[in-house]
């Protein structure tokens, strides 16, 4: 297999101890490729630098939502000069978070727009956190179009996820496809045509059901392929190549070559 693990905080302390085990890993299970955001702009310089030792390891740069007490108002030209100094694969991870309460939804939104625009100049996609928040964040890309990117760990309906298609994007699917009890993700992750999903870990959170209660890995990303396969009826060989493409096409990855989905 050649998966892409489109959403993975390989840089979060929780992988201090072992995070070179882990990569060595992951790449056995077959994970050729990862994806970094980040969250804050503390995290940007450790971020970069573990990059820069991987060239499979893509780092995204933005201001997560839930954070927001942390974000600066000088976070966002630092984020313009960090584009074109370090320009990195994408946008993120960014958005609306309406499940947390406490969070203010003015600075929210003022801040992803920003964030919105940013990328919008820059020609880059974005990866999106969006929870509770569906039409909020859809009706900030109609205002402000973007190059398209992944609605990471998407956990709308149908409807909004042909409105996310419509606008670019891919959908981000990850441990939770994995657990028998989430019937209407799986019911979607079945329905939805194949060039719109691509796969990721979100690691160290949302783990597969094969390792509840631990700490997750982009090792385990097999099983959400597994389960894919399992809920769409489709050979594993297949999802692979084709989540696979759909990752390098919506973020601007060199794409396989012609015979990778003989």
């Known amino acids: 297999m050649d998966l892409i693990d489109t959403h993975c905080h390989l840089d979060c302390p929780e992988f201090d101890p072992d995070r070179a085990a882990v990569l060595v890993r992951t790449r056995a299970a077959g994970v050729a490729q990862l994806v970094i955001p980040a969250i804050h702009r503390a995290g940007w310089p450790g971020l970069l630098a573990l990059c820069e030792t991987d060239a499979a390891l893509y780092p995204a740069l933005g201001l997560h939502p839930v954070y927001l ?6 976070d966002l030209p630092a984020l313009e000069r960090a584009i074109v100094d370090k320009r990195p694969l994408a946008i993120g991870e960014i958005g609306l978070d309406y499940f947390v309460r406490e ?5 929210q939104q003022a801040l992803f727009e920003a964030q919105l625009a940013i990328a919008r100049s820059a020609d880059l996609p974005v990866l999106l956190h969006v929870r509770k928040a569906h039409e909020q964040v859809l009706a900030a890309l109609k205002r402000c179009p973007v190059r398209g990117g992944i609605a990471h760990a998407f956990s709308g309906g149908i409807a909004e ?9 891919a959908l981000g699917f990850g441990g939770m496809l994995t657990f028998e009890r989430s019937t209407k ?7 939805l045509q194949l060039d719109a999903i691509v796969l990721e870990t979100d690691a160290p959170d949302l783990t597969v059901a094969a390792h509840r209660g631990e700490r997750n890995s982009p090792e385990y990303l097999p099983d959400v392929l597994a389960a894919l396969a399992q809920v769409r009826g489709e050979p594993t060989d297949l999802l692979a190549a084709k989540t696979t493409l759909n990752a390098k096409a919506v973020l601007g990855l060199p794409a396989p070559q012609p015979d990778a989905l003989s």
């Open 69 to 74: 007490e942390q974000h600066r108002d000088a």
């Open 103 to 107: 969070l203010d939804r003015d600075r």
């Open 161 to 169: 996820a042909r409105r996310y298609l419509d606008l670019g994007f």
């Open 185 to 191: 993700l799986r019911a979607l992750a079945a329905a």
